[in-house]
Structure formats: structure tokens, C-alpha cells
């Protein structure tokens, strides 16, 4: 499986994201998180993947998960909410998001992406 970033163009984390991927020569699969937002099973399976906590998926700083006071109405959601919740909008998804066979990643930690990447 050839690894997907799922980005938003206009992000600039997700910009420095992709420089940085094609400044390596990492060969990866980019899918606009906008236009083809993950579904609540792709989200699923990369959380659990992760082995990272689900709040780490949702783009905390965003204008939507703001507006919809997300920060109050998580805790009180099972994670089944949570992922259908994630899959109406990419926009609430933490971004860029990659994934590969070796792991998934959300957000651009350099290190972690260099071993997520270099073991490819």
C-alpha cells in the first residue's frame, strides 16, 4: 500500500507537510480531506492503528469544532458518535493526516512521519 496524506490545500502545516515528504523522495498518495473526508470506518481502523487517543483526530484549533462547541460535547460521546461525527466533515479531522502500513499519524510530527515513511 502506497501511504496517503490527507490534506487541506490551503493548510499550511499540511503545505510544510508535503514539501518536506517530496524534499525525502517519498513516493505517497495525496487525497483532499475536504472533497473525500474519511469515512467513520476508515476512521475507525486508523485509531486503532494509532494507538493514539481519539480526541488526537480532531482538528481542535478549526473554526468548526469551535462553532460546534466540541470541546464541551466530546466527553460526553462514545466514540461511535465521535467517528460518525469526524466522517460528516473533513474539516474537523486533524490534518495532515498519514497512513501507512506501518502506522497512522495525525498532524505533522516530523519523527514520527520519518519512521512511519523510512520503513516503508
Request: aromatic share 8%; hydrophobic share 30%; charged share 30%.
Amino acid at each position: 500500500m502506497e501511504p496517503v496524506i490527507l490534506c487541506y490545500e490551503k493548510c499550511t502545516t499540511c503545505k510544510k507537510a508535503l514539501k518536506w515528504v517530496a524534499e525525502k523522495g517519498n513516493e505517497v498518495q495525496i487525497r483532499p480531506i475536504k472533497e473525500e473526508n474519511p469515512s467513520a470506518a476508515e476512521l475507525r481502523q486508523w485509531h486503532e492503528t494509532s494507538g493514539l487517543p481519539l480526541k488526537r483526530f480532531f482538528n481542535t484549533s478549526g473554526n468548526l469544532y469551535k462553532e460546534l462547541r466540541l470541546k464541551d460535547r466530546l466527553p460526553g460521546m462514545s466514540e461511535e458518535e465521535q467517528y460518525q461525527l469526524l466522517s460528516t466533515d473533513g474539516m474537523l479531522v486533524k490534518r495532515p493526516l498519514l497512513v501507512t502500513e506501518n502506522g497512522v499519524c495525525p498532524g505533522f510530527d516530523q519523527e514520527r512521519w520519518e519512521q512511519l515513511l523510512g520503513a516503508e
